[in-house]
C-alpha cells in the first residue's frame, strides 16, 4: 500500500498577508486498495484492531485548524465526517461501526 508521508508546505505573500499552502499527493493506487479493502471488508474477519480509514495528514492538519478535535474524537464522527465532507473513498470499510 502507499505511504502518505509525502506532505509539501509552500509559503508566499501578496499584497493581502502571507500564504500558507499544504500540498498532499494521493496516489491512485492508495484509492484503489482503500476500494478494495471496503468491497471485502464484509467477508474479512476482524481481530483485536480493524481498519475504518486511512487519512492524509493534510485533512488532518486542516480540521484540526478548523476545531475539529480529531485524536479525540470516535471513529464514528470521523467516518462521518468522511463521508459528508465527500471524502467516503477514504474509508476502508463498509461495516456499521
Known sequence: MAKLDN???S?????DGHIIET????PDSLLRDLEEKRLNS??????????VASIPV???DK?????FDFWNEPNLKIVAKL????????VSTDKQL
Open 11 to 15: 509559503v508566499s505573500s501578496n499584497t
Open 63 to 67: 480540521w484540526i485548524r478548523e476545531g
Open 83 to 90: 463521508k459528508a465532507e465527500g471524502l467516503g473513498y477514504f
Open 58 to 60: 493534510c485533512i488532518v
Open 23 to 26: 500540498h498532499q499527493v494521493i
Open 7 to 9: 506532505v509539501q508546505v
Open 42 to 51: 464484509h467477508t474479512a474477519r476482524e481481530r483485536e484492531l480493524m481498519e
